[in-house]
């Protein structure tokens, strides 16, 4: 990873923020499958 012209914090941050970001995305979908997987199931 290039770190040149950037403060380590800034790197720091800016990589926490993506973890954070595709947790939040992965959360989204493990939901959205449970959500879909318990209506299909609330059908039957």
Known sequence: ???EGRSPE???AAEMGDQ???SA???FID??????ILGQMSLF
């Open 25 to 27: 995305c992965r959360d």
């Open 31 to 36: 939901g959205t499958i449970r959500g879909s």
């Open 10 to 12: 800034i790197v720091i």
């Open 20 to 22: 954070a970001e595709e």
């Open 1 to 3: 990873m290039q770190t």
